[in-house]
Every structure is written in C-alpha cells, then in structure tokens.
C-alpha cells in the first residue's frame, strides 16, 4: 500500500511539475536505516592504558578497551540495542575492532589516585576510591542533592599537601534537555592548601562530554572537592511537551569517575578531540614541558596478538602502553516507525556512505516505478545534523597522513591525554585531527551524496548546523556543493522559554546566503517558521515578521515547517509532526485566508 501511494505521489507531482523530495534517511535526521551493519556505522576511538616498569621483560594481556555501543568509551546511551517491529528492545549491541599499540615513556614522578590513597568524603551519598578511579564510566554513585543553589560536593583528603596538575571526572549529566535550565554550569573544583579555607580550582565549561580532564598550573593541594550546584526542578510541563517527564524535585548526579593527576595532561582533550563539537573559540593551552617527544614514542601494534597478549623488553623507567581500537556510537536514524529504523551510517566512511545511498535510493527506484531524477522524485532533503559526533573511520591513518602530511600513530597518545611534545605541539595535532574529521564529513558524506544523486538526476537540499556548532565539520564546506543550501528559522519563543530564536537562525540563513554567493547558487532556502509546543496558535500577523526576517537574511525560497497530509476530515485539526509545526495544513483555522498570504 505504501508503495502505490508513493507511485501515485510521484507522478502526480510529474503531472504537475512540481518538486518531490526525500529525506536522506527514514525519519528527518539524517542517513541511517535497518540496513546498515555494525561494520558500517558511526564510529568513535576508545583505548585503555596499562602501566608498566620497563628495564625487563613485559609478557601479558592487555585490557581490551570497550566495545559498548555509546558516546564515549564504555558510556552507554540510552537506547544502545535495536527494537523490532513488535517494540522489544534487543540486546544491546557490542562491536571493537583493535586498531594500534603504542606504548608512551612517563615523564616525571607520575603516581595514581590509588596510590596517593586519599581519604574520601561527600556530602550526601556513598562514595569509594576503588569506584571513583576504575575507569569504568557506567559505575555510578548517586551524590544526593540538597535546597537548590546549595552545593554538593565529594571530597579528597590526602596525607601530605600533593602537587596536583589536573582532574578528570565522569558523571551521568542532566539530559539533553537540562541545558535549557542552565544545568551544565553549575559544577566546579575546589582547593584548599591548609585543609580549612577553599578556594575555587576551576570552573567545569558547561554541558561537554562523558568524560571530561581540567588541567591547570600545579598546585601543592591538601583537600580537593568536586562541587555541584544543586539544580532546581524543570519548569512545569517543560520536559513533558517533549515527551518526558516533568521534574518535582531538586536535581542531583550520579558521579562515576573522580581522578586527580600529578603530572600534566591536555586540558580538555576529551572534547578537543571530538567528542563534542569543540569551538575554536576557546584554545586556552597549559603550558607544559613534561610530555615525552614524539621521537620516544614506540609503536607495538605488530608485537601484540589477536587475543591482546604483548611480548616487549620494554627499555628502563615507567612507561603508558595504550590500546587503541573503535567501537560504535549506537546513533540511528530518529524519529522513524521501528521497522525503519537503524545505525546511522559512518560518515567519514566513503564505502559506507556509498552503499547506504545506493540501497537507499534503490527502493524509491522501485517504490516510484522508476519515476526518479528530473522529473517524479526530483531530490533528496539533507535535514539539520542531529547523528552526534563520530572520532574514527577504518581509513583514519592513511586519510591523517594525505591530508595533514605527518604519521599519527607517534601523537596517539595526546587522544588519551598524554602530552606529545609540549602541550602547545599536542594541541596543534589535535586541531589536524579535528580538521580531517571535518574534511571527511563534507567529501565522504554530503558531497558524496550529492555525486551519487547526480548519476540519478536527482539534486539536494542541504542543511548543517542551524544552531551552533554541532559537529566538526565547516558549514559553509558542507553545503558548497549543494545544488540548493538551505538553512532554518525557528519562530520567537518557540523552545527556549521566551528567547529569540530568530537571533540564532540569522546566521544560519546569512551562512547558506554567503555560500549561494561564492559558489554560484542562485537559491536559498530555508525551514521556515518552525515553532514547538503552542499548537495552532501562530497566524499570518505573527508569522509575518518572521518571514521578513528570513527574507531579510538571504532566504528566497520558504520551506514551510510543516504541511502534514489530511486525509480525514472528522479529526480536527488533524495530524501533526508531534509537537513541532508551523502547522500549515487545510485543517488551520485561517486555511481558507491562505492564499492571500502566501501569495
């Protein structure tokens, strides 16, 4: 039946000259389907680190880094199995592939949280050394909350006054939703020299990722507390217009990972390597001249075997040995029915993309009966980013060194935090590793897509950012082959409590206007007036200073969120897109009055 619907749509729309489109996947974002296998899907680096005295022989098995499907290492996201058709979770998905040894000599007199052996306290909740510093990211304690704006906090005590050079913690965030009520902001570290009066350390920048390492000048510290900011309840009904819960009750964490550092790391590396889309604008480097060069660097990878045994004289004093390999992100293709969904395929992959296309783009094929390309199915609709990040690709290695002109496998270690160099050289190559990953998403994702349409005939639309930054790639790059970039307004007040929406989404239609004017494209688009949560309520008055703001911008071409399909006329005022709109159907109340509007 979907079939027929589809043939009839199609060659109406030929009938009537009209444009019809596809998304790039089932559901808006973004390419993904049941018929992408592990094997091609979203992928992120994970590693482990084993620590050794060299001056003799090391035989033994290294700890296989995590193949848990998730953000980061072995966080889990909420949905890392697959649901079938009848609903029922499967079991979670795991995947690793080994992909590099590379064993790191220690500068300095480097000790473990487990050897300074503090003294652990908190204000609320039960917390231990052992689980504070396993490097397991899912064993979480709960750190009670208290009256909102009251800080929480657990607390180090050492023996001695120790020389300190950084943290990293781990804790469960707030939800994807919690940045609207300023969560993410509301942790920091605290110091004290005496063991009495506390100073603060260092702010936590906001909501990052599931693991996070602040590096600051050294100091000779007593007490460290990791402090959190009781949050307050969600506003009513915030969380429940999006489909969850409302809060009742003042928010505390789940805390996983608490790990003090004595000798110097990447500050940030976790993020600046991208498992968050990291901002240029923030580049504060700690100098440090303790990191081993990269001439010191020793690749293992052909001394270790299949089941992770290594056989090394490892030469005199402490080294890092470091397991690299990829496991998957577990992002797919949203919001879709369940026998549509799948993985999300891997972007900076070219292979992949191309087989997830072809298979794609097949079954319009046969669901239009051919009718495709110039006229029938006409292009295909690449939404906003919404996939998350993704840090490795099979092909990372030989990709790096074309494109940076320099081995990766020496600075290896900067990725698990360890300086290669300086910190200053270690924060150039992570700028190159950024820059590839951004460079493989425009080639081997969106303008492969666009390659492989245009065998067919078929032409794209192409979204990135609209808000921010939400990956790694540059959005002028991503949509400068795009035979129509198209950008996105959303309506004043429409999702973050009474902001202006129209502010952000400036830039995004001024980015596709600039890009329409370097490269020759004659048309901007837009998503256009798009709002949440206030069904029906937006009319011609208040839509109209958002379309001369859109047109203001660059915009020529609206694409109005959303015309939803009507087929009955006893459910009034019918089918929405859930709670998002401009809900511009026949069933509006001023349906009739449309006319004079839109033209």
């Known amino acids: 039946p979907w079939k027929d619907a589809f043939k009839f749509t199609t060659d109406l729309a030929k009938q009537k000259g009209l444009e019809m489109a596809i998304a790039g996947s089932p559901g808006w974002s973004v390419t993904g389907g049941p018929w992408v296998n592990p094997g091609d899907a979203m992928k992120k680096y994970v590693w482990t680190e084993t620590i050794i005295e060299g001056g003799k022989p090391f035989n033994d098995k290294l700890k296989q880094p995590s193949g848990s499907t998730g953000p980061m290492q072995n966080a889990r996201i909420a949905d890392s199995g697959f649901e079938s058709s009848d609903g029922k979770p499967h079991k979670p998905l795991e995947f690793y592939k080994d992909v590099a040894v590379i064993a790191y000599p220690i500068k300095g007199n480097e000790l473990s949280t487990q050897e300074l052996a503090p003294i652990v306290t908190s204000t609320g909740g039960t917390f231990n050394l052992a689980k504070l510093t396993d490097g397991d990211l899912e064993n979480f304690d709960y750190l009670e909350p208290k009256t909102p704006g009251e800080d929480t906090y657990i607390q180090y005590e050492f023996s001695n006054p120790t020389k300190i050079y950084g943290v990293t913690f781990a804790n469960e965030g707030y939800g994807e939703l919690a940045v609207f009520r300023g969560a993410g902001n509301n942790r920091s570290f605290q110091y004290s020299e005496d063991g009495v009066n506390f100073k603060e350390l260092v702010k936590v920048p906001g909501l990052i990722t599931s693991q996070n390492t602040l590096t600051f000048a050294p100091l000779n510290i007593k007490k460290i507390r990791l402090v959190y900011k009781t949050m307050p309840p969600a506003p009513a009904g915030f969380e429940a217009m999006f489909g969850g819960k409302a809060d009742t009750k003042p928010k505390g964490t789940q805390v996983s990972e608490f790990v003090v550092h004595t000798t110097p790391k990447v500050n940030l590396f ?69 026998e549509a969904t799948g993985l999300e395929v891997d972007k900076l992959d070219r292979e992949a993309v191309t087989r997830y296309l072809e298979n794609y783009l097949d079954q319009y094929k046969d669901a239009s009966g051919g009718n495709m390309g110039k006229e029938g199915l006409t292009h295909m609709v690449l939404d906003s980013y919404e996939a998350g990040h993704m840090t490795w690709t099979p092909a990372m290695f030989d990709e790096f060194k074309k494109r940076r002109g320099y081995d990766l496998k020496p600075w290896m270690p900067v990725l698990a935090g360890r300086i290669v160099n300086s910190a200053a050289d270690s924060e150039k190559f992570l700028w190159d590793f950024r820059k590839t990953i951004g460079e493989l998403i425009v080639e081997n994702h969106y303008e492969l897509i666009g390659e492989l349409l245009a065998k067919r005939g078929m032409k794209r639309y192409t979204e990135s950012h609209e808000n921010g930054r939400i990956f790694l790639a540059d959005g002028m790059d991503v949509k400068r082959k795009a035979d129509i970039p198209m950008a996105a307004m959303w309506q004043p007040g429409a999702l973050a409590a009474g902001k202006d929406e129209e502010v952000r989404s400036r830039g995004d239609i001024r980015e596709s206007a600039s890009v329409a004017h370097i490269y020759g494209q004659n048309i901007v688009a837009g998503e256009s007036m798009t709002t949440a949560g206030n069904s029906y309520q937006p009319h011609p008055g208040s839509l109209k200073r958002t379309a001369d703001m859109e047109l203001a911008s660059g915009l020529n071409r609206f694409v109005i969120h959303t015309s939803v399909h009507q087929p009955l006329d006893n459910l009034i005022p019918g089918f929405s897109l859930g709670p998002f709109g401009q809900w511009f159907t026949r069933q509006e109340t001023w349906a009739n009055q449309a006319r004079v509007w839109g033209d």
């Open 270 to 338: 976790e993020a600046k390597a991208g498992f968050v889309p990291w901002k240029e604008n923030n580049m504060e480097t700690i100098p440090s001249e303790l990191g081993a060069k990269s001439t010191e660097i020793v690749d293992l990878t052909s001394k270790m075997n299949a089941d992770g045994s290594l056989n090394w004289n490892a030469p005199a004093g402490k080294w890092a040995i470091l397991r690299f390999g990829y496991s998957l992100t577990g992002k797919k293709n949203h919001p879709a029915s369940p």
